[in-house]
């Protein structure tokens, strides 16, 4: 059986005509469509939400505390511990906010040409990397411990031909299915480039070499 | 000493409305540029970002009015 027809496209059943339009982001080329998204598991906010719920306890818990056994009269330190406790609560509401922003706009961009590494932040930070397919020699996949199999969130790291990492993601939701999909992408991405180099060979006049890729198509 | 402790909590309120609008700009132009950060697909989360950054905005700005009237008015 070939290879060819037991590949799935892995984007466009789920995402229908959703993706077929352009411009779903920055920096994208004409011919490039998205196979999947890929964000980071929700654990990674875990400490945000234990500094935001230990910070609340702390500081508001005290001020209260303050308030109670002041006498009814000395309403100065009453006005204190109220600005106090507006400034903390502001405080932590843009620490909390701005975090679970930052959280939904690291993303990981699996197109049918490239895999893009996007880090933005709420304001200041803005960084796209981008890595060809046809640079990638090696995936790796690990999700090691119990934790990360109950939770199911593990580590994708990306090798090329030399052994250096070119990318590391850690934390990624799904990656076992993720992995798949990444190796099914990879996988068409060499054979479509593997085609194209014995159609240019055929129109020069010479006989196109055997390759690895083709031995596997013909199994 | 009052006028102290309204000028801090006004401008503290003040201050804070105006991060949250600087965050919500931001994201309404990263979103804009980027939008596949606004579609509801199986992939981007379930709550998009644009309407969270409308939350934290409605959020920082009920933080300011609510503590500014308990202030004034019960103090």
Request: charge should be positive; aromatic fraction near 14%; proline fraction near 3%.
């Given at each position: 059986?070939?290879?060819?027809?037991?590949?799935?496209?892995?984007?466009?059943?789920?995402?229908?005509?959703?993706?077929?339009k352009?411009?779903?982001?920055?920096?994208?080329?004409?011919?490039?469509?998205?196979?999947t998204?890929?964000i980071?598991?929700?654990?990674?906010?875990l400490?945000?939400?234990?500094?935001?719920?230990?910070g609340l306890?702390?500081?508001?818990?005290?001020?209260?505390?303050?308030?109670?056994?002041?006498?009814?009269?000395?309403?100065?330190?009453?006005?204190?511990?109220?600005?106090?406790d507006?400034?903390?609560?502001?405080?932590?509401?843009?620490?909390?906010?701005?975090?679970?922003?930052?959280?939904?706009?690291?993303?990981?961009?699996?197109?049918?040409?490239?895999?893009?590494?996007?880090?933005?932040?709420?304001i200041?930070?803005?960084?796209?990397?981008?890595?060809?397919?046809?640079?990638?020699?090696?995936i790796?996949?690990?999700?090691?411990g119990?934790?990360?199999?109950?939770?199911?969130?593990?580590?994708?790291?990306?090798?090329?031909?030399?052994?250096?990492?070119?990318?590391?993601?850690?934390?990624?939701?799904?990656?076992?299915?993720n992995?798949?999909i990444?190796?099914?992408?990879?996988?068409?991405?060499?054979?479509?480039r593997?085609a194209?180099?014995?159609?240019?060979?055929?129109?020069?006049?010479?006989?196109?070499?055997?390759?690895?890729?083709?031995?596997?198509?013909e199994? | 000493?009052?006028n102290?402790?309204?000028?801090?909590?006004?401008?503290?309120?003040?201050?804070?409305l105006?991060?949250?609008?600087?965050?919500?700009?931001?994201?309404y132009?990263?979103?804009?540029?980027?939008?596949?950060?606004?579609?509801?697909?199986?992939?981007?989360?379930?709550?998009?970002?644009?309407?969270?950054?409308?939350?934290?905005?409605f959020?920082?700005?009920?933080?300011?009015?609510g503590?500014?009237?308990?202030?004034?008015?019960?103090?």
């Amino acid at each position: 059986m070939s290879l060819k027809a037991d590949f799935k496209d892995p984007g466009k059943d789920v995402l229908g005509e959703l993706f077929e339009k352009k411009d779903c982001f920055q920096g994208q080329r004409k011919t490039e469509h998205i196979e999947t998204i890929i964000i980071r598991h929700k654990i990674v906010l875990l400490p945000t939400v234990l500094i935001v719920i230990f910070g609340l306890f702390s500081v508001l818990g005290v001020n209260a505390l303050i308030r109670e056994f002041i006498p009814t009269d000395a309403n100065l330190i009453k006005k204190i511990s109220i600005t106090v406790d507006f400034l903390f609560v502001s405080i932590i509401a843009h620490f909390l906010f701005i975090n679970l922003m930052n959280f939904y706009l690291k993303l990981v961009i699996i197109t049918n040409l490239r895999i893009i590494d996007v880090k933005f932040t709420t304001i200041f930070s803005r960084s796209m990397d981008a890595l060809d397919l046809h640079n990638i020699q090696d995936i790796n996949m690990k999700r090691t411990g119990f934790w990360r199999w109950a939770l199911n969130f593990g580590r994708i790291v990306m090798h090329n031909a030399s052994g250096n990492e070119l990318f590391d993601f850690k934390y990624l939701k799904n990656p076992l299915k993720n992995y798949n999909i990444i190796n099914h992408v990879h996988y068409k991405a060499m054979h479509s480039r593997v085609a194209i180099q014995k159609s240019i060979q055929r129109h020069q006049g010479n006989q196109p070499k055997q390759t690895d890729w083709e031995d596997i198509s013909e199994e | 000493m009052q006028n102290f402790f309204i000028f801090f909590l006004l401008g503290t309120a003040i201050l804070s409305l105006l991060t949250g609008l600087l965050v919500v700009f931001s994201i309404y132009k990263i979103s804009s540029k980027n939008r596949l950060l606004i579609y509801k697909n199986p992939f981007t989360p379930k709550l998009p970002i644009r309407k969270l950054a409308l939350i934290y905005l409605f959020v920082i700005i009920a933080l300011g009015i609510g503590f500014n009237f308990y202030f004034f008015f019960f103090l």
